[in-house]
């Protein structure tokens, strides 16, 4: 007996982005009345001038509402044009029920795949390579793909070396078919997990988030930028291909050490390297998608460029994939 199989697609591109940041900015003048900090330390060293933290009323669902639903409009389709959702999130607060079930009806659609993803800071690339092979394979059409994180309620207001660091936020990407392999916008991911680092980003006992910055930020400057090159490897194509780079926006200097691997790797001077952080602070699965739609909407991207996304976090959890912007 053979089983029949769902007709396949050439590939998947991206459709459509949205992003939603909650109203309240906390600048780094704000933290230093709460930590012994200062604006010019966090700046120099992590690069985040001010990031935005979530109204008790919003919370990883309602964020990822807001940000999926404008990634649908600006796809022009429909909740119902949908066959799956994904999100990608770490923050959730109990573990049940989750967060994909629950976003899917808010947006207008039930009855389709509703999954939650936790690969951290790597989420939305995790969640993209997935939803590109289920478009694929023709597991489905319509892939909501949605990182949204509430990252606040994880932090101890008194640790200096976290809560000056990370913030909330959602951003999301429609992601379907290409009609023919030319359109093909989605490449293959490159993922992978190093879970001998495991301890060192983890929730303590009293339900705080806490990391070892100087061992995290080693493994993210040395190992991340080749997980990127074999990601444009494994797309067919060079670093010089590259118009935008988008890593994970955990640190600034982070950015950085791999926009500099990828030009020294023949990339080009005047490759674009997102920074969002900022004014974003590091929003986790959420900063990948959202800092896409902030250079959008600032006008330094613009729809056929070939970008390069890199997420790493905890776990510790990596994933790399280059897509050519809607
Ligand atoms: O998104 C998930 C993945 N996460 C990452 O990729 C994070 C990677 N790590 C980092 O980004 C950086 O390690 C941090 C931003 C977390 C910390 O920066 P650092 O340059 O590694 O600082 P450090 O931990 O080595 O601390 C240097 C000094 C210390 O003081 P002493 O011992 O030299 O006197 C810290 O106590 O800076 C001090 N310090 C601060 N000073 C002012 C630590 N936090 C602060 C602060 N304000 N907020």
């Known amino acids: 007996m053979r089983l029949q199989l769902t ?89 049940i029920p989750n967060a994909a079930a629950q976003t899917a009806d808010r947006i207008g659609v039930n009855g389709i795949g509703a999954m939650d993803l936790n690969t951290a800071c ?19 059409k319509h892939v909501l793909v949605i990182g949204s ?37 989605v490449g293959p991911v490159i993922w992978g997990a190093a879970g001998d680092l495991v301890s060192t980003i983890h929730i303590d006992e009293t339900d705080a988030l806490r990391q070892e910055g100087q061992a995290v930020f080693r493994w993210a400057t040395t190992k991340i930028a080749p997980v990127a090159l074999r990601a444009v490897e494994a797309a067919g194509l060079s670093p010089s ?46 900063s990948i998608p959202m800092a896409i739609d902030h250079m959008r909407g600032a006008g330094r991207v613009k729809s056929g460029d070939v970008a390069l996304l890199v997420g790493f976090g905890a776990g510790l959890s990596y994933a790399a994939q280059v897509v050519v912007l809607p």
């Open 7 to 95: 007709p396949q697609a050439a590939g998947a591109r991206i459709l459509g982005l949205g992003s939603m940041q909650p109203d309240r900015v906390v600048t780094n003048h704000d933290l230093e009345k709460i930590v012994e900090t200062n604006d010019e330390w966090i700046q120099s060293r992590v690069g985040i001038v001010e990031r935005r933290f979530a109204a008790e009323k919003d919370s990883v669902v309602s964020m990822g509402v807001e940000a999926g639903s404008k990634a649908l409009a600006d796809a022009g389709l429909s909740p119902t044009d949908l066959d799956a959702v994904i999100v990608a999130t770490c923050t959730m607060l109990k573990p």
């Open 122 to 140: 790597a989420g939305f690339c995790y969640g993209t390579g997935l939803a590109g092979d289920m478009i694929r394979s023709g597991t489905a």
């Open 149 to 185: 994180e509430k990252l606040s309620d994880w932090l101890d207001m008194n640790d200096r070396s976290t809560c000056i660091i990370f913030a909330d936020g959602a951003g999301a990407a429609v992601v379907g078919p290409a009609a023919t392999e030319e359109e093909v916008g």
């Open 241 to 286: 291909d590259i118009d935008v780079l988008v890593p994970h926006q955990a640190n600034l200097r982070i950015v950085e050490a791999i926009a500099k691997r990828l030009r020294q790797s023949g990339g080009r001077d005047d490759l674009r390297v997102a920074d969002d952080i900022q004014y974003s602070g590091n929003t986790s699965s959420a």
